[in-house]
Structures are given as C-alpha cells and as structure tokens.
C-alpha cells in the first residue's frame, strides 16, 4: 500500500517528471555520505587488531558497542525522525556524522603513534573511539531513514511505477560503489603508507565533504515541492494530536516553504517525547502489527553473520597473513557482485513480482554460502582463506536483490505515517543481529576457532529463507507453479521421444 494520502498530492502537474540535476544532487549527497561510512567500516577493523594484535577482542568489543547503540536506540532515532522536520534532520545527521568520524580519526591517530599509553589513557581513548564510532553509525542511521525511506518514497508518488525501484537500485549501487573503492582505497594507504595516515585521510575527508553534502540534499528538498508539502503536512499531524495546536501549522509557520527551506517549526515542537522510553515501546508494536513483519525479521537474521567483509571476518584474515590489499580487492569485488545485484533485481522483480524475486533471492545467497562451509574442512590455510572470501563475494548476488525486495515490500505496504518508525525498528533488530555476531566474536575471540562462527552464521541464513518462504506461502497460497513444470516436463520427454 503506497501512501494513502492520494489527495496529499498537490503538486501540478501531477505527472510532472522529476529534475535531473536534483535526482543527481541526490545521488551525489548519498555518494559522499556513503564514502565516508565505508571507508570507517573497512579501517576500523584493522586499526583494532593492530591496536591489540593476535585477538579479536577489540574489534569484536567496537562491534558490540556499535551495534548496541543501534538496537537500542533504533526506534528512538526512527521516532525522532518521523517527528521532525526534514531539515533539522538533515543538519543533525551531518553535523554528527562530521564531528563524530573526526573524533574518531583523532584518537586512532593518538593510539597508534604513542605505544607507551599507561591503561587509563588507553582505555579511555579506546572507549572515545568506540563512542564516536556510535554516534557516527546513529546519525548515519538517521540519514538513511530521511533519504532512502521517506524522501524517495514522497518523491515518487506520482510519478511511473518503476521509478521507485529504480531510485532504490541506484542508491544501493551507490552505497556498493562506495563498498568497492572506499576499502580498496583505504586498503592501499594502509598498506603502502601507514595504518595512521588512513585515519588522517578519513578525518580529512568529512571536513571537506560536509558543506557539499548539505548543500546538496538542501537543494533537493527546495527543489521537489513534495518534499516540502510533505513536510507540512507530517508537522501539522503532529500538532492536531496536541491539545493546544488549535491553527494549523501552515497558518502558524507562514514561511516552511520560503526558497531557503529552514525550519520554522520549533524544535521543542518536534523533539517532546522523542527520547522518551514510552515511544520505543509504541515503535515495535507499529512494527509488529505490519504484514510485512516477516519479510523484515527474515532480513534482519542475514545480520546476525561474520559471513560477509565485516571487521570479524576482516580482522580473521587478516591473522591468517592476508594482505590487506588482498582483503580490500576481495571486499572490492563482493562490492561488484552487489552492483551487478541492482541491475538485475529491477528487471527480476518487473518479471516475477518483488515478492517471488525475494524467494529466489534468499536461496540463492544461501547455495553460494554452501562454499563457505565447505572451507572449513580445507587444511590449507591460506586456500582455506580465499575459498571463504570466493563464496562471500558470490552471495552477494543473493543478498543484495532480497534487500532491495524486502525494501520495497515496506515501501508498498508500510503507510506512510509508519515509515520511518517502521524503518527505525528494522534497523534495530538488524543491529540487534550484529550485535550479536560481535558477542559471539567476543566469546569465540580465537581467530583458530573461526570456523564456529561460520557454521552459526549459515543456520541464522538458512532459518531467514525458512521464515521468508513461510511469508510466501502465506501470501500466495503456493511457493511453485507445479503446472508450468509438469507442462515443461511433457515438452522436454516429448521431445527426447
């Protein structure tokens, strides 16, 4: 069900197509923030484990944290954003992605140069990066919520139906492009220059990147009136809910669609209750009452792996005397098999419905993961190492297309009041499965035992297809078209007779 609100849609022409040179400031800002978040992703692992070498327990220890803040503090974020305006998002989430990835940069920087720390400065500089390295991962969190869950939604209201899952192929393709390059470019300092001016390049970097990035997504939302009315009519609901709100909010904010696009709305306004336990509470009960609860549980559990280029799995390799420029490549090109997802999963689900095109999708993720258990029983260390980065890189295919089917059934059946909640709660439980991975990380911290982790992480991937496909049947009545396989059966024996 795509937004109900049919008579919310003002804008004249109706079908007017969307301007290029916004779609491309779009894809730009995503591009820039994604940059930033992957090559994070990527180091932070091998900062940890050249921190502390021969454990995993750092890596493992910045996982959890990481992940925790995340499952905890999901709905609150998604709440958050459904509550405020569009704009005070877009100033919160960069100026906390900036200041956060700086910090962080900083006290990499301070823990690799000086080896003689005492432990209280050390511990406090490892919990100062773990902290920035949080609060980074939660305003990217609410950045992701406002572009890839709310804006593109509003934007493509009215416009062709394969507009939709076209905008949500070329994000993801982004954000892929960015999985690919980002390590293989921090890869290379790392290896070739020093594990410290990685971490200088990635402070570096955000300071240039934030003006443009907020330049960018402003012009977006004072471009696309949608965008803007949408934002008046989400600001009005909340203060129709409120005793005292007896004038709308168009009459009391005159000036939310001047050409600069600032808010007008006070923050108060926005922010009561945001932080409040209670609407956590009402976050996952929205969440829960969704048809699509399944489909999102079935991803989330895809989270709950070291089956992927994570800072486990990194971290691992790394102890096995990969190089890292060999991770960095391997991860490179897992990136390129995600890619080449995007452009298959649109004209997948044109074919057989986004739906089937999930179906398909998790299974065959999970065949490609078949290699991965197989390297376990492999002797050979270092083949052993490659035969496990190979059937990663391969799922991808797999995992990629069930994300964005998955995304799109939210899209579809989410109503729009719910979508951001909604899109905070998924983000909780994934993090909430990678919190786990790094818990397990932290019990199983012998890279020799790495093995177990695998195993753990092929049945969490084969339960997911089960609940997914328990989703289908529910809703098609039928998983296989048992009569076009019998009628291909007759052919091909008539045939061979």
Not at 64 to 83: M, Q, R, Y
Not at 197 to 221: P, R, T
Not at 254 to 282: W, Y
Request: net charge neutral; charged share 15%.
């Amino acid at each position: 069900m795509r937004d109900e609100g049919v008579e919310e849609r003002l804008i004249e022409p109706q079908n007017e197509a969307l301007p290029t040179s916004l779609i491309k400031s779009l894809y730009v800002a995503h591009f820039l923030s994604r940059w930033s978040a992957r090559m994070w992703e990527f180091s932070v692992a091998l900062y940890m484990i050249n921190i502390w070498p021969d454990s995993l327990l750092l890596t493992a220890m910045y996982g959890v944290v990481e992940s925790a803040s995340v499952a905890l503090l999901g709905p609150i974020v998604g709440e958050w954003v459904n509550k405020m305006t569009y704009i005070k998002v877009l100033q919160v989430w960069t100026a906390t992605q900036t200041v956060s990835f700086i910090v962080a940069g900083a006290t990499v920087i301070a823990l690799l140069l000086v080896s003689s720390l005492n432990s209280l400065v050390f511990a406090s500089l490892v919990a100062v990066t773990y902290l920035s390295g949080a609060v980074a991962v939660l305003s990217t969190l609410a950045g992701t919520i406002l572009v890839e869950r709310e804006w593109v939604v509003v934007m493509t209201e009215d416009q062709p139906l394969d507009m939709l899952p076209k905008l949500n192929s070329v994000l993801r393709r982004i954000d892929l492009v960015c999985k690919l390059f980002a390590p293989v470019v921090s890869g290379f300092i790392v290896s070739f220059v020093s594990l410290t001016a990685s971490a200088l390049c990635l402070a570096l970097w955000n300071i240039i990147s934030v003006v443009l990035l907020y330049w960018l997504l402003n012009a977006v939302y004072n471009g696309i009136p949608a965008l803007r009315l949408k934002d008046i009519k989400k600001r009005e609901a909340v203060l129709s809910r409120a005793p005292e709100a007896s004038t709308s909010l168009i009459e009391q904010n005159p000036k939310i669609l001047s050409e600069d696009g600032n808010d007008s709305v006070s923050a108060e306004t926005g922010s009561i209750g945001c932080f409040s336990i209670l609407p956590c509470f009402g976050a996952w009960k929205i969440f829960l009452s969704q048809e699509v609860v399944l489909p999102g549980i079935s991803l989330a559990l895809l989270f709950f792996t070291v089956l992927s280029f994570g800072s486990l799995m990194t971290a691992t390799l790394e102890w096995k005397g990969i190089p890292a420029y060999v991770i960095a490549i391997g991860r490179g090109i897992s990136a390129t098999v995600g890619i080449a997802a995007t452009f298959t999963y649109p004209v997948l689900a044109s074919r057989i419905s986004p739906l089937r095109a999930g179906l398909w999708s998790i299974w065959c993720q999970w065949s490609f993961l078949l290699v991965c258990v197989g390297s376990i029983y492999v002797k050979n260390g270092v083949a052993s190492a490659y035969m496990l980065m190979a059937g990663v890189a391969a799922s991808r295919l797999g995992l990629w297309m069930f994300d964005l089917a998955v995304i799109q059934q939210m899209q579809d059946f989410v109503p729009a009041s719910d979508r951001c909640i909604v899109g905070g709660v998924q983000n909780s439980i994934q993090s909430a499965m990678d919190l786990l991975a790094y818990v397990m990380g932290v019990v199983v911290s012998n890279p020799e035992e790495f093995w177990k982790l695998i195993v753990m992480s092929f049945g969490l991937v084969t339960l997911a297809g089960i609940l997914y496909t328990i989703h289908v049947w529910h809703v098609r009545k039928h998983l296989l078209h048992f009569e076009k396989l019998y009628k291909l059966a007759q052919n091909f024996t008539g045939r061979s007779s």
